[in-house]
């Protein structure tokens, strides 16, 4: 393990020229203190690493030296041959450039990998796109803002907000992010770092002026500190149901609404009900979800939640009371 994480070490600072311990242990997933004695250990082997310190400092190897050491592991070729999320590959305008890629490395393989290569590709597919997903999102600005981003230019985006008001704004673009078949545009406004889907950019101009890079930004870093904040924001409004047997077990798995937060299904009530708190976003939203399993959940709190629930079942049923019984039958 410690040689393939020195070999590792030995091609980043081949590829980055200079790197901190910091960015080294961060990527490969150790402490500072073990790249330390990493760093050691190659001195020690006689290759030529050199610590500057101060800002702007880090680990560089010394006279432009390099090794020839590219060989890859079972499972390292393995990962290069999982299937890639072919539609984003798409979006990108890289799809065929990734089979081409692909193509090229499956030949320059030796020929005793290339079972190991084709057997895992036939056996692993990964579908990035969401269950709930039908249609695909608009990206017909997605190529003008990549350009943007390779050019390392400021852009003047015209953007819908979700209230549905077209704002102007000039930003400098930092990355784009796809989770699931949804592309995000994440750029610096001035001070401040903000996040712009892409389906909802209507206007991009490429601007003459270079975009700002904040030092040390970290695109995978600051989209996971932003997934964290967004969900700890998101609106709580905790219920607590009991839930007949036949369908306790669908419970977690059946509502994007809704999540199970703890269910006692280790003690039952004496009708063997199963009590269980979930988590929803709001009154309405738990209310919808809710009367989807009709009879068979009842609301314990809160009570505002349960008159809300049975002023929408009775509104149901004065529904189609006026309905009439037959009105199916004619249309």
């Not at 895992?120 to 597919?125: A, D, E, L, V």
């Not at 990206?139 to 704002?167: A, C, H, I, K």
Request: charged share 25%; net charge negative; glycine share 6%.
């Amino acid at each position: 393990m410690r040689a393939d994480r020195l070999i590792s070490i030995l091609l980043l600072l081949q590829a980055h020229e200079q790197m901190t311990a910091r960015d080294l242990a961060t990527r490969l997933e150790v402490s500072e203190r073990t790249i330390q004695r990493d760093m050691e250990a190659l001195s020690a082997a006689g290759v030529p690493v050199l610590s500057e310190r101060g800002s702007g400092g880090g680990w560089r190897l010394l006279d432009q030296y390099r090794t020839d050491l590219t060989g890859m592991t079972q499972a390292e070729i393995q990962s290069l041959f999982l299937t890639k999320p072919t539609r984003l590959l798409a979006d990108l305008g890289l799809r065929q450039a990734a089979e081409g890629a692909l193509i090229k490395l499956f030949a320059a393989l030796p020929a005793l990998y290339h079972r190991d290569a084709e057997f895992f590709r036939q056996r692993i597919h990964i579908d990035g796109l969401s269950w709930e997903r039908a249609g695909k999102e608009n990206m017909t600005f997605l190529p003008v803002l990549q350009e943007g981003l390779w050019q390392d230019r400021q852009l003047l985006l015209t953007y819908q907000r979700n209230d549905e008001v077209l704002v102007e704004r000039t930003v400098s673009p930092l990355g784009l992010v796809a989770k699931n078949n949804t592309w995000y545009l994440v750029a610096a406004v001035e001070t401040e770092l903000r996040t712009y889907r892409v389906s909802r950019v209507q206007q991009v101009v490429i601007l003459d002026q270079t975009a700002v890079r904040p030092e040390g930004f970290n695109l995978a870093v600051y989209w996971e500190q932003s997934t964290a904040e967004f969900r700890a924001n998101l609106p709580r409004y905790p219920v607590t149901v009991r839930v007949a047997p036949e369908i306790a077990g669908r419970m977690p798995i059946s509502g994007r609404y809704a999540r199970v937060e703890k269910a006692e299904t280790d003690s039952p009530d004496a009708d063997g009900w199963v009590r269980m708190k979930l988590l929803c976003e709001t009154d309405w939203e738990a209310c919808e979800y809710l009367l989807s399993f009709g009879a068979n959940v009842e609301v314990l709190e809160p009570a505002a939640l349960r008159a809300l629930i049975m002023q929408a079942a009775r509104e149901v049923v004065e529904f189609y009371e006026r309905r009439g019984v037959g009105v199916a039958e004619v249309v």
